[in-house]
């Protein structure tokens, strides 16, 4: 079987490529473990919004309700009907991938692959060895959950972010070792559906690279939820049996103490699934944690690619859907374009959405910038939905050039797209302030910074 570009990995970055490389007139091949549509549609993103979309509206039923003009009785939820449904969704999404791919006419094969050279994989799939030729390769595996040391994974105990999707059945109480976002989104589902929740984070911070305001604002709004939160943690030792999980833990507010779990969820960051390519075999250089080196998606051998997790930067499906286009370009030698601002999001609640920099930044770079900020509560739109808890903060330089944004609050994951079109497009902010934007909306908060930050404020 030969071909012009084969994609190892049918994820967001390698499908991308494969339907960017067709529409360019090549014969393409999509090599895969099991299943299209890689960990953000299978055991990522998509089920684990619609699990969140599920804790929201039950959050929403449950905080007040009397104080809205409305009454429940014995207000409950089936836990395991809820995750049946966000299943139907990955089938869904999934079924239509798989057509717009066998439309497309690119050839799937499912399977392990393997470099033989730098020409040839194998891929084998039931003891069947299929080897594929090509011109190009672009290695597009992904990544997968980082277990630190002295957790091993079990599937009961101590699971992963993989693992914790298909749980039907909430425990009593769950541990949730690290504090990025992964760890937050769950943190925010399991507490709302009644799990005692404790996050311990190693670092002085959670979302260490957040804008310090907007993760003081979310540690006060999850501890009123009920959510605790434990930083600078060292763990010490891990003792498991079948009733619980111990941890012998120091540092931070804890001291020494042992804290008793009936689930331990490793949300630790993730690494790239890179390690079972063959690659050392045909000299592609990778780091020593597993991440490929690259310049412009080419590795060491000059006809192998690499995107996606499987590279550094960012771990995020919309990057490396941005990634498999942006690869083409490179295999075909076109100038790339200038690499956009990458926003970054939060799907608990309240959610966060972040572009650019941050201020901690900016002071430590002696970077001069002005900002402006935004509560919600002043927002005709978020009183009316009863979204008051948020705030909206923009950083431009002195001439008016958009240098970060960060939103807290229900909604800041839509919003943030209007300041990554103008940064990727170096609008100015003032070219915002003179946009009309519609009454009420969220994005009136952006407009009334954007009005401050070109000295025509009219609500601060």
Do not use: W
Request: hydrophobic share 35%; net charge neutral; charged share 20%.
């Amino acid at each position: 079987m030969d071909y012009e570009i084969c994609i190892i990995g049918g994820g967001p970055s390698g499908y991308v490529a494969a339907i960017e490389a067709k529409r360019r007139g090549l014969t393409v091949a999509i090599i895969d473990q099991n299943e299209l549509g890689g960990t953000c549609l299978n055991n990522g993103c998509i089920p684990s919004k619609s699990l969140l979309k599920a804790a929201e509206f039950y959050q929403d039923l449950s905080n007040n309700v009397e104080k809205k003009g409305f009454s429940f009785q014995n207000l409950s939820f089936d836990y395991e009907l809820i995750v049946s449904n966000s299943k139907k969704n990955i089938k869904r999404l999934k079924s239509g991938l798989e057509n717009l791919i066998k439309k497309k006419e690119i050839a799937v094969v499912y399977g392990n692959a393997k470099f033989i050279d730098s020409n040839s994989i194998q891929v084998i799939n039931n003891n069947k060895d299929i080897i594929i030729n090509s011109k190009n390769f672009i290695i597009a595996t992904g990544s997968k959950p980082y277990y630190p040391d002295g957790f091993n994974k079990d599937g009961k105990r101590i699971i992963d972010s993989d693992d914790i999707l298909n749980e039907s059945n909430l425990p009593n109480s769950i541990c949730i070792i690290g504090g990025g976002y992964i760890g937050l989104e769950f943190a925010y589902l399991y507490n709302t559906f009644g799990v005692d929740v404790t996050i311990l984070e190693s670092q002085n911070s959670i979302i260490s690279n957040t804008d310090t305001e907007i993760v003081s604002l979310l540690k006060k709004d999850f501890l009123k939820q009920g959510i605790k939160i434990y930083e600078d943690i060292l763990i010490k030792n891990v003792i498991k049996n079948s009733n619980y999980v111990m941890l012998e833990v120091e540092g931070g507010s804890l001291n020494k103490n042992n804290l008793k779990f009936d689930k331990i969820l490793i949300s630790t960051g993730r690494i790239p699934n890179t390690s079972e390519l063959s690659l050392d075999l045909i000299n592609v250089e990778m780091d020593t944690n597993g991440y490929i080196k690259t310049k412009n998606f080419q590795t060491s051998v000059k006809n192998i690619y690499a995107i996606g997790d499987t590279i550094m930067g960012p771990m995020l499906a919309h990057k490396a859907s941005d990634d498999g286009f942006e690869v083409l370009k490179s295999i075909f030698n076109e100038n790339s374009t200038e690499t956009s601002p990458i926003p970054s999001c939060i799907y608990c609640q309240p959610e966060i959405a972040s572009i650019g920099y941050t201020e901690d930044y900016l002071k430590k770079e002696n970077i001069k910038y002005k900002k402006s900020s935004f509560p919600f509560k002043a927002n005709g739109k978020a009183l009316a939905q009863n979204q008051v808890q948020g705030l909206c903060k923009i950083l431009v330089n002195q001439e008016g050039k958009i240098l970060g944004a960060h939103i807290i609050g229900k909604g800041a994951t839509e919003m943030i797209s209007e300041i990554s079109l103008a940064m990727t497009n170096k609008l100015t902010i003032d070219k915002i302030a003179k946009t009309i934007h519609p009454h009420p909306t969220l994005s009136e908060i952006i407009h009334e910074c954007s009005l401050e930050l070109s000295n025509i404020g009219r609500h601060i």
